[in-house]
Structures are given as C-alpha cells and as structure tokens.
C-alpha cells in the first residue's frame, strides 16, 4: 500500500499550548473552551470487525460489493447527507476495477468544514506473506480500522452537533491495489507504473470531488492506524503540506496524554492517499500512519500486507488515542471558528 521515500526535509516541531467526553478544557493563548463527546472504542473496534463480515473486500469481489452495502447504510446514520460515487478504474495490470467512493457529509452547509479519510478495500494479494501469497487478506488494520473509527466519530459528532463547522467522512476505495516490487512472481510480468497504481479512489475524488469546487480547510487522513504499540512519526508529505495541522494534532495529542503515541519524529515521505488530496484537491491533509523500522518489511508493521492483519491485531488502547484526539481536534476547530 505505500512506499516510504527518505527523508525530504527537516523541522522542529512547533508546540501549542492545547489540551476525556473530553473533560471542557481552557486553551490557554485564547481562553477557548473544547468540550469533545466521548469516544468509544468498544465501538469502533465492533465497526472494524462488522467489515470483515465480509470477508476479503478486494476489487470486484463479492466482500467489496456487499460491504459497500454496509458502508453506505451505517454512515447514513450519523452524517446529514451521504454521496455515492460509482466509477471504473483501470488497474496496473489492465483490469477493470468498479470503484464505490462514499461520503457522508456532516452539517453540509457550514463553510468551514474537515475532511476525514481511509481507504475501505483490502489488499488481493498477501505479497509480503511467506504463504499463500496469492490470496487476498482481511485488512483489519490497512483498510478497516480507519474506517471503523471514522463511523464512530460520525457517532460520536451526532451525539453532541457541530456548532460552526463542518465535517466529511470519506471512505475511498481502489487504495490498495497497487504495484509494488513485491507482487513479482504473483501478477504477470510488466511494464507496470508502481507510484500511479495506488489510491485510485483518492485520485479520482481528488479531481471529481463530490460537490463541486468542494474545498476544506484541512484534512486528516487515516492508514494502519490501529495496531497494538503503534508510534506515529511525523510523516514528510504532511510537514511539508500541511505543517500547522500536523502541530496541532501532535499538540492536541500530546495534551490528551497521548504523546507516546504521537512522538516528534521526523521520517520520509509516504505515498499515500493524503499525496493526491494535498496536490490535486489543494487540501492541507495530514497522515496518521503506524511507521515500524523494525519490522520485516522495514517501513509498516509485521502484519503489513499478510494474512496475520487480522482482528488480532487491533488494540483498543490505540483506537482510542486516535479517536479522542481527532475528536479533540475537530471541537477545537469548532470552538475557534465560534470565536472569531
């Protein structure tokens, strides 16, 4: 799903000043009071697991087709309008890939809005196994998680309304289908383009958003972003696009207790969705990703395009560091658009 560039720039990090339901906290520099909804990450691990109901939700399965179905209907729920984006794709091998992009919108007329992203299919082949390689994974942790997350903040917004902003929950799809080095030996052999092959969804929302002239504020996105022990390092393509959100998610994060979690690391650049949003959409959009250099493929955690990113690797401690800080982050957005 992504490939990890060295290190293209170098910066300190920037520390505001920012802070459970949240407890109602005092920013210090503007005297704002953040009351958050609680995140609960019972919840958002039972989503993670409804998906893989499914089963294997690669391109043209069955699992895509029918999780869609889900998707759709849960989200609707929790956001005031859902857009559905139907389109072909073709793949790094020439396949016809039917791509689902759904969007629920969350106060659909407020100016000031966040996107908030992850893809939804899994990966057709465990190219980083040592076994069956050939056969699609369940992509709890790549794929699922960020999406299971992301309907429970839908949830948790619902329960306490948005004052002054809005916010667009965006599963896109085709993410994970890319080419990668890796693949040789279980894809025919080709002149494939490895870099375009990836975030087809993100790339297609990017250049046909689903309102038009749709613009947001910023964005964060979600990838792996559940794993027991996951550190989120400071990503390159986000520092460097998108610096002043990265500050304050960090912040926020750190605030909330939750600083061994989100360390002031600097690594390379990932090729991930948030690349597209950023240089196509022009949203400032920030990665929430799991970076391990110790693992076996030296970049994403062990269970990383394998048959183990299962459920087993879902933590709920880690859930619910990412979804009380984001939370966190969009009523602090709220309470100083409210402000001004």
């Not at 396949?95 to 919108?105: A, D, E, M, Q, R």
């Not at 407020?110 to 992509?139: F, V």
């Not at 998680?145 to 902003?165: D, H, M």
């Not at 599963?171 to 040789?184: H, I, P, T």
């Amino acid at each position: 799903m992504k490939k990890l560039f060295p290190i293209i720039l170098l910066f300190l990090a920037s520390c505001d000043k920012c802070n459970q339901q949240t407890p109602q906290v005092v920013e210090p520099s503007k005297q704002i009071v953040v009351t958050a909804p609680d995140f609960n990450s019972d919840s958002a691990y039972n989503y993670t697991n409804y998906q893989l109901d499914y089963g294997t939700r690669e391109m043209n399965s069955k699992g895509h087709e029918a999780c869609a179905k889900y998707l759709i209907e849960e989200i609707k729920k929790f956001t005031d309008t859902v857009y559905v984006q139907k389109f072909d794709v073709l793949g790094f091998d020439g396949v016809n890939l039917k791509c689902t992009n759904i969007i629920g919108s969350i106060n659909p007329k407020a100016t000031n809005r966040i996107l908030l992203t992850s893809h939804w299919d899994s990966r057709p082949w465990a190219d980083q196994d040592t076994k069956d390689r050939d056969k699609p994974i369940l992509s709890a942790c790549d794929g699922a998680s960020g999406v299971g997350t992301l309907i429970e903040i839908a949830r948790a917004i619902q329960s306490s309304p948005l004052k002054n902003i809005g916010v667009d929950i965006f599963f896109n799809d085709a993410e994970d289908r890319g080419y990668s080095s890796s693949l040789d030996g279980i894809v025919k052999p080709g002149d494939y383009d490895s870099e375009g092959s990836w975030c087809l969804g993100s790339q297609h929302w990017s250049a046909n958003p689903h309102v038009p002239g749709y613009k947001a504020d910023f964005g964060v996105l979600l990838d792996m972003a559940a794993a027991k022990g996951a550190v989120f390092s400071r990503e390159g393509i986000s520092s460097f696009n998108a610096g002043w959100v990265q500050d304050k998610v960090w912040a926020n994060a750190r605030s909330l207790g939750f600083g061994s979690f989100f360390i002031n690391q600097t690594i390379g650049s990932i090729t991930d969705d948030h690349v597209y949003i950023n240089q196509i959409a022009k949203i400032p959009t920030v990665d929430i990703i799991h970076i391990d250099l110790a693992s076996p493929s030296g970049t994403f955690g062990s269970y990383w395009h394998t048959h183990a990113d299962d459920m087993s690797v879902i933590d709920k401690t880690t859930l619910n560091a990412v979804g009380k800080t984001l939370l966190y982050t969009i009523y602090q957005y709220d309470a100083e658009r409210g402000a001004q």
